[in-house]
């Protein structure tokens, strides 16, 4: 009986059915966003690795570095454990001895976890995300595109190869796959803020910029 009872104790975790009536329609909105992003960024990491195969530490398989992205928290001890703009700058430092592929995506999720207060799902009495964290999340990927685009080393390539010409035809994926980590945020910010009835507070940058600005953490 002790058993039984002890059993019947056990919190069950409602069926997603369930938990669906009990959210809002922008919440809705707010996970199918989230989810769009994880995607794109194990896409954009799987993609970096084959362009940059050297990055991949010897011993470290692939499909385990994209199940390190979609921790609910990122293992980031083999870095230090930085704050995400840190990380993401190290990616890019001449004297970087770590995998740049890996930190600088691994910066991007952390800092779309952080904007997003590191959840996934939103119920109908959540906190949804801030407008202005999910809007400066996007300006952030803008300067870790500009970053990319840039930085090279002693000799002049970059130091994590992209967008260029293979076998005669110009790949611009990485460039579409950021742009749309931008998109998508953004039209969640505008989303978000015309609910709160807020406006945005749009910082003026140049298209050089390499400021980070603050999304929560």
């Known amino acids: 009986m002790g058993v039984l009872l002890s059993a019947c104790a056990v919190p069950v975790k409602a ?3 369930l938990r669906d009536l009990v959210k809002s329609d922008t919440a809705f909105f707010v996970e199918a966003v989230r989810s769009e992003l ?3 960024l194990s896409v954009l990491l799987v993609k970096l690795y084959r362009r940059n195969p050297v990055q991949l530490p010897e011993g470290t398989l692939l499909e ?3 199940e ?4 609910d928290r990122l293992n980031l001890q083999e870095f230090g454990s930085p704050a995400p703009d840190r ?3 190290s990616a890019f430092e001449p004297d970087f001895q770590g995998d740049r592929v890996f930190a600088l995506v691994a910066g991007l999720q952390s800092m779309v976890n952080h904007a997003f207060d590191h959840r996934r ?3 109908l009495l959540d906190d949804l995300p801030t407008a202005q964290f999910i809007y400066n999340s996007a300006r952030n ?3 870790a595109a500009y970053l990319m685009r840039s930085r090279v080393d002693a000799s002049g390539q970059p130091l994590i190869l992209a967008d260029g010409v293979q076998d005669g035809i110009l790949n611009a994926s990485y460039s579409q796959l950021l742009g749309e980590l931008i998109g998508l945020q953004d039209a969640l910010s505008v989303a978000l803020a015309k609910k709160d009835q807020r406006t945005l507070n749009a910082v003026a940058r140049g298209v050089a910029s390499t400021v ?4 929560g953490f």
């Open 141 to 143: 990927v803008e300067t």
């Open 87 to 89: 990380l993401i700058r």
């Open 64 to 66: 385990t570095r994209v």
């Open 212 to 215: 980070f600005l603050p999304v």
């Open 15 to 17: 069926p997603s059915e």
């Open 121 to 123: 799902e939103f119920l």
């Open 38 to 40: 994880d995607q794109n």
């Open 68 to 71: 390190q992205l979609k921790a």
